[in-house]
C-alpha cells in the first residue's frame, strides 16, 4: 500500500478537494453527539492550510438517497469545524450547483468552504463519471481521508481520482500504516480477537487471518456456531445452523496452518435477550436449554488475557458479548483493559469494538483505533479498497 500523501506532492496555493469522513452522530436537536470523526479530520485540513491552500471539503452523512433532506444537511458539521478550528468555514447550498461552484471560484488560499452533503445526488453512490467530472472541476489536487468511505466505489471517494491527482490525507496514511503492517509484517506472536455476532459477517476476514496470525482468539454470538459444529447444544443462543460446515472448515484451516484457534471455555447464559435478565454461567458445552449465550464468562477471560500477555501485535474486531448491556459487558470490558496494559501493537478494528473501547474510556490505551467500520473489515479480508487503490503509487 505505497500510495502517495499530502507530503509527496507540491500543494503550495493549490485549490485542493478533500473527501472527509463528517457522517457523524446528531441528536433530535441537530447537536453533535461525538465529532471524533470531524476531529479525525483536522491534521490534515490545518496541513493544507499551512501550504496555503484553498480547501473545499465534501463528505455523506447519513442515507438520503440521492434527494436533498434538510435533516441531513452537513450545516452542524461547518458549525464545529469553525469552534474548532476558529476559522469561517464557508458552506455551499448545493454540491455541484451554481451555489457551490460560484463559493468555489472564489475560494481565497487559506480559505475553508464545505460541500452539502454529496449524497444529496444519486450519482454520488452510482459512481457516475459526470458528477464525478463537475465534483474535480472545483479543485486542481484530490485528497482522500474518509477511511471508513474508502470500500465504496463512489464518485467522491474514487470518481473523481479520474480527473485530478489524487493522494491520501494523514488519517488514511495512519489506517494503511497501522492495519497495513498488521496483515503484512506484523511483529510476533500475532493474535486477533474476533467477536460479533455472526460467522458469515467475518468469514472473509477468518480465512485471511488464518493464512497470518498464530492465534485467533473467538468471542461473540460467533462462538457458538463454532460449538455447535462440534456437536454440543447451544440452547437459545445466537446460531447459524448454515454454516456448520464452514466452522468446521475453519477449524481445520487452524489446525493445518498450526494456529491456535481459542474458543470459550465457559459462558454467561440468560434466560431472556435483555438487560436484567436472570444469568449464570456454565461451561460451554453445558447450556440447557431455553438458555442463550450472551457474553465470555470468567475462566475465559483469564485464558484469553493469559495469551494476550507475550502478544506483540493485537487486532481486535467485534464485541465478545452483548456489550449494551452492562451485565453481559464484562468480558468486552475486561478484554479491552488486559489489550491497554500489553506490551504491544494494539489496533481496534472500528465499529463496535471503538465503541466498546470508548465506552470503557480507554481510547488512549490502543495503539490505534480504526475509523472504518466495513472498511477495516475488508482491509483485514484483503480486499482490494476502491478509495485507495484510485490513489497515487509513490
Same mark, same amino acid.
Given at each position: ?68 433532506? $434538510? ?33 468555489? &471560484?472564489?475560494?481565497?488560499?487559506? &480559505? ?31 485528497? $482522500? ?9 463512489? $464518485? ?239
Amino acid at each position: 500500500m505505497n500510495k502517495k500523501t499530502i507530503r509527496d506532492i507540491d500543494l503550495k496555493g493549490k485549490k485542493v478537494l478533500v473527501r472527509c469522513d463528517f457522517n457523524v452522530p446528531m441528536d433530535e436537536n441537530k447537536k453533535i453527539t461525538d465529532n471524533t470523526r470531524i476531529v479525525a479530520a483536522l491534521p490534515t485540513i490545518k496541513y493544507l492550510l499551512e501550504n496555503n491552500c484553498a480547501v473545499v471539503l465534501c463528505s455523506h452523512l447519513g442515507r438520503p438517497k440521492g434527494e436533498f433532506k $434538510s435533516e441531513y444537511s452537513l450545516k452542524p458539521v461547518a458549525k464545529e469545524l469553525e469552534n474548532l478550528l476558529g476559522k469561517e468555514i464557508i458552506m455551499a447550498n448545493d454540491v455541484i450547483g451554481e451555489d457551490a461552484k460560484a463559493k468555489a &471560484q472564489e475560494l481565497q488560499n487559506g &480559505q475553508i468552504m464545505l460541500l452539502e452533503n454529496v449524497r444529496f445526488h444519486k450519482e454520488e453512490t452510482e459512481n457516475d463519471k459526470e458528477f464525478s467530472k463537475q465534483l474535480a472541476s472545483m479543485a486542481e489536487v484530490y485528497v $482522500s481521508d474518509a477511511f471508513g468511505s474508502t470500500h465504496r466505489a463512489h $464518485s467522491s471517494t474514487a470518481g473523481v481520482a479520474e480527473f485530478l491527482p489524487a493522494v491520501s490525507g494523514f488519517l488514511i496514511e495512519k489506517e494503511l500504516k497501522f492495519l497495513g503492517n498488521a496483515v503484512s509484517n506484523p511483529e510476533r506472536p500475532f493474535v486477533a480477537i474476533l467477536g460479533g455476532a455472526k460467522v458469515s459477517d467475518k468469514i472473509g476476514v477468518i480465512d485471511n487471518l488464518l493464512e497470518k496470525v498464530d492465534t485467533l482468539i473467538i468471542g461473540g454470538g460467533m462462538a457458538y456456531t463454532f460449538f455447535k459444529a462440534q456437536g454440543y447444544e447451544v440452547g437459545n443462543s445466537i446460531c447459524e445452523m448454515d454454516k456448520l460446515d464452514l466452522a468446521k472448515e475453519l477449524m481445520k484451516k487452524a489446525e493445518e496452518k498450526g494456529v491456535k484457534l481459542m474458543l470459550p471455555i465457559d459462558t454467561k447464559i440468560a434466560k431472556e435477550y435483555k438487560a436484567d435478565a436472570e444469568s449464570k454461567t456454565v461451561k460451554y458445552n453445558e447450556i440447557p436449554e431455553g438458555w442463550e449465550g450472551l457474553d465470555i464468562g470468567e475462566e475465559t477471560i483469564k485464558l484469553y488475557a493469559k495469551e494476550l500477555e507475550n502478544a506483540k501485535t493485537v487486532v481486535w474486531n467485534g464485541p465478545l458479548g452483548v456489550f449494551e448491556f452492562d451485565q453481559f459487558a464484562v468480558g468486552t470490558d475486561e478484554i479491552a483493559k488486559i489489550i491497554s496494559k500489553i506490551d504491544a501493537t494494539t489496533i481496534i478494528g472500528g465499529g463496535d469494538s471503538s465503541a466498546a473501547v470508548k465506552k470503557a474510556g480507554l481510547e488512549d490505551k490502543m495503539t490505534h483505533i480504526s475509523t472504518g467500520g466495513g472498511a477495516s473489515l475488508e482491509f483485514l479480508e484483503g480486499k482490494a479498497l476502491p478509495g485507495i487503490e484510485c490513489l497515487l503509487e509513490k
